[in-house]
């Protein structure tokens, strides 16, 4: 089924490597270039920027722009903006399509957050299909050549679908894919997929649908796929600290044997420890490139202090995941506080990989 390229690959411009197409879905506050460049050189096809503002953009506020940012050797990236205003949402497009750095521009319609539903975008504009339409519509004459897409939600809640009306209102206004994260917006990031529903979307649907939600595993990915049939899979919690997880879905799924069942036991197949300090430290290099990068260009942060303290504020959330299940990581929690340079950040994930090393030494005697 995917052995040949898809129309995603046609809209996106991805080569055609015969392999299914995994892709990193677009998360505030992770997404930014270095976690997108790591993703992409451990296989996800396609990535998202983190959700930026329309008028922030119009506005020429930095920190919008910030957001935009790419670095070298990222792959093709999705820039995914989100807003309520047909006339802003275009203008804007027009100034991210000039920017050269994108292959496409998506739009945010299942975003739950009340700070962002109660300016009636994300998951506040999946009440509104028409609304969708006329967006997608002003977006898609405004730009000259660049894809728009949408991604979505199944409905507000399960006893009100609308997510047919929706892919209905993103044909019609000329969107290139539709991504359904294949939950309610009552249901948050939790809670069942529901698969079933995303595979009558698949089946109705004229334009490629990128299947996103609840994707841990191989196994997973593969019954995500093969009950739904949808076009591309869309990973977002699971490659937090897990980018090989792309890789191993990808050539799990190119060999047609379905995987063993994934147990919920929350670990993570065991890495080789090397290998995690070393795309570690590869993360962090790229975030201290980033960000030295933005103080060259917009003078924030400031100096090389402000780097370091950004750096390790913004690396955390990271960081436990990279460790997650790994012997010492409670005890680098507890020293939270202490890491705010990257020298302590390296030397606390030395010490953490070496207790993990002991035990398994020992488990091995
Ligand atoms: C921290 C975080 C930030 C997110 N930010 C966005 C966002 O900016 N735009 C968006 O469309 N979805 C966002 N999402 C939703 C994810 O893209 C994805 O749809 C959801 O997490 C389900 O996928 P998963 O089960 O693979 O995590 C975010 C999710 C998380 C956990």
């Known amino acids: 089924m995917h052995a040949m390229p898809t129309r995603l690959h046609t809209l996106f411009n991805l080569p055609d490597e015969g392999l299914p197409l995994v892709f990193l879905a677009p998360m505030a506050g992770y997404t930014n270039a270095p976690m997108r460049h790591i993703s992409r050189h451990h296989g996800a096809a396609l990535t998202y920027t983190e959700m930026t503002c329309d008028r922030g953009l119009l506005n020429a506020s930095e920190k919008t722009w910030y957001l935009l940012e790419t670095i070298k050797d990222e792959g093709p990236v999705v820039a995914h903006l989100y807003g309520s205003n047909p006339d802003s949402l275009a203008e804007a497009a027009a100034k991210v399509e000039a920017t050269g750095r994108f292959v496409a521009i998506d739009l945010n319609a299942g975003c739950p957050v009340h700070k962002i539903t109660a300016c009636g975008a994300g998951a506040a504009l999946i009440k509104n299909p028409q609304l969708i339409h006329d967006i997608l519509k002003a977006m898609k004459s405004a730009v000259k050549q660049l894809p728009i897409t949408l991604k979505t939600r199944l409905g507000p809640a399960p006893d009100k679908i609308a997510v047919f009306e929706i892919l209905a209102a993103a044909e019609s206004a000329g969107a290139g894919a539709l ?134 504020a913004a690396f955390r959330c990271h960081l436990f995941r990279y460790l997650h299940g790994l012997k010492g990581s409670s005890y680098i929690r507890g020293r939270l506080f202490e890491l705010q340079t990257l020298p302590a950040i390296r030397e606390a994930v030395s010490s953490c990989l070496e207790r993990e090393a002991g035990w398994r030494a020992s488990r091995r005697v």
Request: glycine share 8%; aromatic share 6%.
């Open 179 to 312: 991504a359904v994260h294949g939950r309610f917006t009552s249901q948050g990031h939790g809670g069942p997929v529901d698969l079933p529903l995303l595979a009558a979307v698949k089946e109705r649907a004229k334009i490629p649908i990128i299947g996103n939600g609840g994707i841990c595993s191989k196994h997973c990915a593969w019954t995500m796929l093969h009950e739904t049939h949808v076009d591309a899979l869309m990973i977002a919690r699971a490659a937090i600290g897990n980018p090989w997880i792309f890789d191993d879905i990808r050539t799990t799924l190119q060999t047609g044997v379905e995987p063993p069942p994934f147990k919920p036991t929350g670990l993570r197949p065991q890495r080789d420890l090397d290998e995690i300090q070393r795309v570690l430290n590869e993360h962090l290099d790229l975030n201290l490139h980033f960000l030295n990068m933005l103080k060259e260009k917009y003078g924030v942060p400031r100096d090389d202090t402000a780097v370091q303290e950004n750096l390790s």
